[in-house]
């Protein structure tokens, strides 16, 4: 919501915006934002507005403080009588850094997640991923082991390139007798999707039997 064709709300009250006096650019957005998720936008307060034909809104001296995560919703308005839409299609959210900077686009998460305990003491740890439209796709997969449920994102114990949306997986050599938990994020450019709750616990089990070979042959 940066640069294009518009301009600040607070500098226009909202029957001398510019559409109301040409009838041909009634046709707009209103924006709102909230301090949090979807919940916390002020729907009685716009921060912003465009014109039909905004490609990109900039909002001007609205401030962002650290370490914050604020929801940005524009809502289509008509008509003379300013007739607004209650839609939520048309949604973001921005968060910053310590510095306040803008972290970035933060990719969608994991659909589901589960674990299979194998031979040798290995842990298959499963994932399945669906690309949400208009949102961008990870560079890659954190996958997170850890003897707690307590994961904290940042450093993952693999990290799985992404190709193609669908089911993921990898395996981890893990000490017998010791219960792990699981947790795993998409990224982006540094940027992590939200980690959902970890799964567990899986022990591993070195004493297991190795799976046995199969051999498929044709018969006629």
Do not use: K
């Not at 796709?137 to 904290?152: E, K, L, N, Q």
């Amino acid at each position: 919501m940066m640069g294009g064709s518009s301009f600040p709300f607070c500098a226009w009250p909202p029957r001398g915006l510019p559409g109301c006096h040409w009838p041909g650019l009634s046709h707009g957005h209103r924006v709102y934002r909230g301090s949090g998720g979807i919940s916390s936008v002020d729907f009685a307060r716009p921060v912003g507005y465009a014109q039909c034909d905004a490609t990109v809104i900039r909002l001007v001296g609205l401030g962002h403080q650290r370490l914050a995560r604020y929801t940005y919703v524009a809502r289509p308005v008509a008509g003379a009588a300013w007739l607004e839409t209650p839609d939520l299609s048309n949604a973001c959210e921005v968060e910053t850094d310590a510095d306040g900077d803008w972290l970035g686009n933060r990719p969608a998460g994991v659909d589901w997640l589960s674990a299979e305990v194998g031979s040798g003491g290995r842990i298959t740890v499963s994932w399945s991923y669906r690309m949400p439209p208009g949102r961008p796709a990870p560079t890659d997969f954190g996958v997170y082991c850890s003897p707690g449920p307590r994961i904290a994102s940042g450093n993952p114990s693999a990290v799985v390139n992404y190709t193609r949306a669908g089911i993921v997986s990898h395996t981890f050599d893990l000490a017998d007798g010791v219960s792990y938990w699981f947790a795993v994020t998409a990224r982006l450019g540094g940027v992590e999707s939200r980690m959902p709750a970890p799964i567990g616990p899986f022990m591993a089990d070195d004493s297991a039997p190795l799976a046995p070979s199969v051999t498929v042959s044709p018969a006629f």
